[in-house]
């Protein structure tokens, strides 16, 4: 079946990495994607990576994908206060099914 | 502005009623998704529509239902046969159902 897993907590120091890791079971998903929630807020949306690719990178971010693994990390450079947070990450299916893990809740702190 | 909104922010429930949340998006988007947050976990899909006047049920749609009679809106109705609906409900929108999806700010229902 389709399951997703993540750790439920990191802290970090500011100006350090951060590195949220996610693990799946199914790998016939067309796309991952990493959002992230503030505290009473909806979620943000914030890289995606298509299913064949390994490596994603958006100014701070870095998305990993290792397919045989079924491993998906992201990771934020120089982490500042304002990245606390639940980072999620989602499998997205044929059809437009989306399967959330838990949630990582960030700490940072300074 | 372009955006997903959802209203009210807090609501409140007695036992034995029914409550409807409200979602509306002026992104033109074809497709709309409702989800469902507790404490500690990821979202999970109540419904979702890709078309107006058509839905289809998600993986826990009991005690639930919908309507989708404008693009812009997605109206969730949170009946009494939901026994625990205490949660924080999120509604997205995408362009199609292979688009990512954007959320609104969501709705935090409680009960009396």
């Known amino acids: 079946g389709e399951d997703v897993e993540q750790s439920l907590f990191l802290s970090v120091r500011e100006g350090d990495s951060s590195v949220i890791n996610c693990t799946y079971t199914d790998s016939s998903s067309t796309y991952l994607y990493w959002y992230k929630q503030e505290p009473g807020a909806g979620l943000q949306l914030l890289t995606y990576i298509f299913s064949n690719m390994d490596m994603k990178q958006d100014q701070r971010l870095t998305v990993l994908l290792n397919k045989k693994d079924k491993h998906l990390s992201l990771r934020i450079a120089d982490t500042q206060t304002g990245d606390s947070a639940i980072y999620f990450c989602?499998?997205?299916?044929?059809?437009?099914?989306?399967?959330f893990g838990q949630g990582t809740e960030l700490s940072v702190k300074p | 502005d372009g955006g997903i909104t959802q209203s009210p922010k807090y609501l409140f429930r007695k036992e034995g009623q029914n409550v409807t949340l409200s979602c509306e998006q002026n992104l033109n988007h074809d497709a709309m998704y409702w989800y469902r947050q507790d404490p500690g976990q990821g979202l999970r899909l109540i419904y979702y529509s890709q078309i107006v006047n058509d839905f289809q049920k998600g993986d826990i749609a009991e005690g639930y239902s919908v309507s989708r009679e404008k693009k812009e809106s997605f109206p969730l109705t949170v009946t009494s046969a939901q026994k625990n609906p205490t949660a924080f409900y999120l509604c997205?929108?995408?362009?199609?159902?292979?688009?990512?999806?954007?959320f609104g700010d969501g709705t935090r229902l409680s009960i009396l």
């Open positions: 997205a929108s995408s362009r199609g159902p292979d688009q990512p999806q954007h």
């Open positions: 989602a499998e997205k299916f044929q059809g437009g099914k989306l399967i």
